[in-house]
């Protein structure tokens, strides 16, 4: 009798440290993978912005919205001309920064970072393509004196910019469209949202972001095969520009919406009732979207011209400024010329 109690009373003691151990490695993993996901989340170190960054004659700005603070530059009289970035990692005014300054002696010039991008604020919650036009409107109101403005735009800020144009036609007088993406059509969900099902993961799509897209060889490698175009050399100072904005605090809650189809604007469906002149710019080595898809618009707006730009990718304003200033001044001019007429 006494044996088989000292033989239970051994095996509770057995189960009781076996518990234990089992608790104390559970415990330690827990807390092994509690340190690797604050390590994988943690932001990388930043670099400083060149100054090029911001023009010299250009005064940043900040607007408040209902949503947070909206940065914008500024500088020139006349006309209100408007540029407006597209959304990938590392998205801001910068895009256009090369080519903005060359029209502030005859234009009043604004340049702002869309709400979650750039310097401007990046809150949490959903910022949907409406929201963007709305915000896009608000800018327009605070700045333009109820004058109506040339709106120059490229990839999914071309599609809120349009939005705007239809939802606010009494704010803006023409758009021009440097490759406007909806992303709806099936092709270009499928370029642009192959990772979808990471953003409904809970710490996932963070983890990804900060470790694997904002890393220097993804965004060289995104540089090369769709920012800039064929054989054209990296330009370092861009892939720093873009490294430190994708880097701020918040930047990735852009990328979470455009993953959860938040962008999305019924392009064709706009771009066919807009009233205002529509000016379609497509780079003829174009992958997604194609210069194919730019012809397919360009039969939708009542007043569209679609002009050619020859081997350059997403980002041709930084890439090739020269080509684009050119044929913007000739747009324009032509505009000028048309309205002096009538």
């Avoid at 040339?150 to 009494?170: K, Y």
């Avoid at 919406?257 to 807009?274: A, E």
């Amino acid at each position: 009798m006494k044996s088989t109690g000292r033989t239970l009373f051994s095996a509770l003691i057995d189960f009781v440290r076996h518990r234990r151990t089992r608790l104390s490695v559970g415990a330690g993993l827990l807390g092994l993978a509690v340190l690797t996901a604050r390590f994988a989340l943690r932001p990388p170190p930043r670099t400083a912005l060149p100054p090029a960054v911001f023009p010299a004659i250009f005064a940043t700005r900040i607007l408040p919205t209902r949503h947070g603070q909206l940065v914008y530059h500024e500088s020139g009289q006349g006309e209100p001309l408007i540029f407006v970035h597209g959304v990938y990692p590392g998205a801001s005014s910068y895009e256009w920064s090369r080519v903005y300054p060359h029209f502030a002696d005859r234009y009043h010039v604004l340049a702002p970072d869309l709400l979650g991008f750039g310097e401007s604020a990046r809150p949490d919650l959903t910022l949907s393509a409406d929201k963007h036009a709305e915000l896009i409107a608000d800018l327009l109101r605070a700045k333009t004196n109820g004058r109506r403005a040339t709106i120059v735009a490229s990839g999914l800020g071309a599609a809120f910019v349009a939005r705007a144009a239809e939802r606010f036609p009494e704010l803006v007088l023409r758009v021009i469209l440097f490759m406007p993406l909806g992303l709806d059509t099936a092709a270009q969900r499928r370029a642009y949202q192959r990772r979808r099902w990471l953003s409904f993961v809970p710490l996932l799509h963070r983890l990804l972001y900060r470790r694997y897209l904002i890393s220097q060889p993804r965004i060289e490698a995104w540089l090369t095969t769709f920012g800039f175009g064929p054989d054209r050399p990296l330009d370092a100072e861009t892939v720093q520009v873009l490294l430190h904005l994708a880097q701020q605090f918040g930047a990735e809650r852009a990328q979470l919406q455009l993953l959860r189809n938040h962008f999305r604007v019924d392009l064709r469906g706009v771009l066919s009732v807009l009233q205002q002149p529509v000016t379609l710019l497509w780079s003829d080595s174009a992958i997604v979207p194609s210069l194919a898809e730019g012809y397919k618009l360009q039969t939708l707006p009542r007043q569209c011209t679609l002009r050619q730009v020859n081997g350059v990718g997403a980002l041709a304003a930084l890439e090739d400024p020269d080509q684009i200033k050119a044929i913007l001044d000739d747009e324009l001019d032509t505009t000028l010329r048309v309205y002096q007429a009538l």
